[in-house]
């Protein structure tokens, strides 16, 4: 397989970082919302979020993507297949990392949120300086594992025409007749992106350890 | 959003036929996963370091690639090196290899959790290696590995559906040809999520209603 070959896979996986990133940024941003939802005591809120999380966990990505992908047409919004894939892997992440914050959020000692109330902090304050920094100590290495997760999973959108890193693979794969040294560079730079990745969160994990005893 | 019933009814045996299909390559593929999953894991405890330096490698290789550059390395690229399948034969492998390299490292986790006390009383007894593994391993580990082993093979049966993309004709494959055939693709794709969501929540219902029946059989220590 030529250099150039391989260059144009590093940059198509350009595209599935791309996609990754923001897909998890979003997806934790609905994440955070949904957990909320789960967690509070309206009782028909929490029925929503945990049906919304059942749902993304439960139905395969794939038929998700698809159905996201042949939806958004129908409801007016004809935008570009890479807008839909993150609109799907974010829906998707969102789910698995609400049930993460979840557990986050649930785990904060009540000894704690108590202290932040008798010394006077605001609902917002205890929020922000006590609940959620704990939360994402504790949620950190699973958001890790989710990153990791969705760079795997974002393989997947290749089938709603967005040029990333499989798709690349597969259309120059085609053209070159040589699937195999194609999708073996290109499970290779998956293989290293995912490796730099968890290097990252283990870095992150450690600088984080504030706090611990 | 309209649905013909009559429509979904002359459709019915080609539906499930290929919820057959997908039920086939679900089970064949978990059960082919355990197994293997058990010989990996065994082979990395017992085996000589060379092995399990190999099986590492295969385990980190599958488990940092995606699900869908594995199928299509075996089924486009199998041909190269003399391995032509048809594709379910290829998704029965694919899955098979890919869950083979989770459940290891589940099995794994699994063999740590029984305390190393109980396997040197078994060598004491005398007990040799197989018989430590069926009467002391096995029997003390089964209990911790079902709830993620159950885990696993929920997600397994999500990723049958990526099968369709290699044309096995499974669930999705058929569905998603029904639909853009007849002009109801998202009706039909919604019905679809709509099942696997079902199985999988029936799935998770039975892996705990498993683990509090049968936990009586777990040790003290677990």
Redesign the interface.
């Known amino acids: 397989m030529s250099w150039k070959l391989f260059l144009l896979l590093v940059q198509a996986c350009g595209y599935t970082v791309l996609i990754s990133a923001v897909s998890i940024s979003v997806g934790l941003v609905i994440g955070t919302g949904v957990s909320a939802a789960m967690l509070s005591a309206h009782r028909g809120l929490s029925l929503a979020g945990r049906t919304f999380v ?2 993304f ?8 993507l ?2 996201i992908y ?2 958004l047409p ?1 409801l007016g919004l004809n935008v570009p297949s890479m807008v839909a894939a993150v609109i799907g892997l974010s829906l998707c992440t969102a789910a698995y990392q609400a049930e993460n914050l979840r557990g986050g959020f649930a785990s904060v000692p009540r000894g704690l949120l108590e202290a932040a109330e008798m010394v006077g902090l605001s609902p917002f304050q205890q929020f922000w300086r006590i609940r959620a920094p704990i939360a994402l100590r504790m949620t950190l290495p699973a958001l890790v594992n989710e990153a ?1 997760m969705i760079l ?5 959108v ?2 709603v025409g967005v040029v990333e890193l ?1 798709r690349m ?2 259309d120059l ?1 085609a053209s070159t007749f040589k ?2 040294q194609l ?2 560079a ?2 290779l730079i ?2 290293v992106v ?2 730099l990745v968890a290097m990252g969160g283990t870095a992150l994990e450690k600088s984080f350890r504030w706090g611990k005893p | 959003m309209s649905l013909d019933f009559n429509l979904i009814w002359s459709l019915l045996p080609e539906i499930l036929r290929s919820a057959g299909v997908t039920l086939l390559v679900w089970c064949c593929g978990v059960v082919g996963a355990v197994v293997l999953g058990f010989l990996v894991a065994l082979g990395r405890r017992y085996g000589p370091r060379a092995l399990g330096y190999a099986l590492q490698a295969y385990v980190e ?1 599958i488990r ?7 199928l ?2 075996l089924y ?2 199998g041909p ?2 003399g391995l032509s399948l048809d594709p379910v034969p290829a998704g029965l492998l694919g899955l098979a290899v890919y869950g083979a390299a989770y459940f290891s490292e589940i099995f794994r986790a699994g063999f740590e959790a029984v305390p190393p006390g109980h396997v040197e009383a078994a060598e004491c007894l005398g007990l040799n290696r197989s018989q430590t593994v069926r009467r002391i391993l096995i029997p003390e580990m089964t209990m911790l590995v079902l709830p993620p082993a159950v885990n696993m093979a929920i997600i397994l049966l ?5 099968l ?2 290699i044309t096995v004709p499974e669930l ?1 494959f058929q569905i ?1 040809a029904i639909g853009s055939q007849r002009y109801a ?2 009706e039909a ?2 019905l ?3 099942f ?3 199985l ?2 029936l799935c998770g219902r039975l892996g705990s209603v498993a683990e509090s029946r049968l936990s009586k059989f777990r040790f003290a220590h677990s």
């Open positions: 059942s749902f966990r439960g139905a395969p990505l794939l038929v998700q698809l159905l042949n939806l129908t990791i795997k999973v974002s393989s997947l290749s089938v499989t693979a597969q794969a699937p195999l999708f073996a290109a499970g998956y293989f995912n490796w | 290789l940092g690639t995606p699900f869908l550059i594995q299509f390395l486009y690229g190269f090196i999500k990723e049958t559906a990526v369709s993309i999705t998603s693709f998202i794709m919604f679809l999520a709509c696997y969501w079902g999988v929540s």
